[in-house]
T-cell receptor
Framework: KAGVTQTPRYLIKTRGQQVTLSCSPI?????VSWYQQTPGQGLQFLFEYFSETQRNKGNFPGRFSGRQFSNSRSEMNVSTLELGDSALYLC??????????????FGNGTRLTVT | GESVGLHLPTLSVQEGDNSIINCAYSNSASDYFIWYKQESGKGPQFIIDIRSNMDKRQGQRVTVLLNKTVKHLSLQIAATQPGDSAVYFCAETGYDMRFGAGTRLTVKP
């Protein structure tokens, strides 16, 4: 069974640009969540999607948005990039149901560098 | 506010020794805890979990201990190997999943 796939693996953008990251969950998984990982803040929850609807949202500005498609694939978008957005962006999928029965499976992330 | 944190940012052990990684949590409503391992260039990988109605759970070479009285979680790795070198995170579930800052484990040959 293929794992969570994130594309691209690396991105370099300049301030003010926007970026779109993609995530393909494990087959059969309907929940997709996104995390930002930085050395200073660690792993921080961005948002979670289930059945094409945002179900939970973390404490990030509106420049960060996402969506989920009918095949459960998800994208996240960051507009008006800032230097502080440089981070590893991780996607995780789960089957759904109680988290004790449906742990998160992470992709290897997209490394975004903003110059 | 509520937080999930780790006592030590780095831990260095000799190959073959046992490793203990600690985690403190403050949300008494959390009922499920997970340890993840993250190797360089990869995403976090599930290691072991424990529910709040348990004190101890064992896996292959790993044991998680939960002390609800002092809100403390630990991960014990037996006979640590070079392949165990990674960053280890604890996570708790409440409204969402929150992660500790991580401890970098280095195994010396």
């Amino acid at each position: 069974k293929a794992g969570v796939t994130q594309t691209p693996r690396y991105l370099i953008k300049t301030r003010g640009q926007q970026v779109t990251l993609s995530c393909s969950p494990i087959s059969g998984h309907r929940s997709v969540s996104w995390y930002q990982q930085t050395p200073g803040q660690g792993l921080q929850f961005l948002f979670e999607y289930f059945s094409e609807t945002q179900r939970n949202k973390g404490n990030f500005p509106g420049r960060f948005s996402g969506r989920q498609f009918s095949n459960s694939r998800s994208e996240m978008n960051v507009s008006t990039l800032e230097l502080g957005d440089s981070a590893l962006y991780l996607c995780a999928s789960s089957w759904d149901g109680p988290i004790q029965d449906s742990p998160l499976h992470f992709g290897n992330g997209t490394r975004l560098t903003v110059t | 506010g509520e937080s999930v944190g780790l006592h030590l940012p780095t831990l260095s052990v000799q190959e073959g020794d046992n490793s203990i990684i600690n985690c403190a949590y403050s949300n008494s409503a959390s009922d499920y805890f997970i340890w993840y391992k993250q190797e360089s260039g990869k995403g976090p990988q599930f290691i072991i979990d424990i529910r709040s109605n348990m004190d101890k759970r064992q896996g292959q070479r790993v044991t998680v201990l939960l002390n609800k009285t002092v809100k403390h979680l630990s991960l014990q790795i037996a006979a640590t190997q070079p392949g165990d070198s990674a960053v280890y995170f604890c996570a708790e579930t409440g409204y969402d999943m929150r992660f500790g800052a991580g401890t970098r484990l280095t195994v010396k040959p």
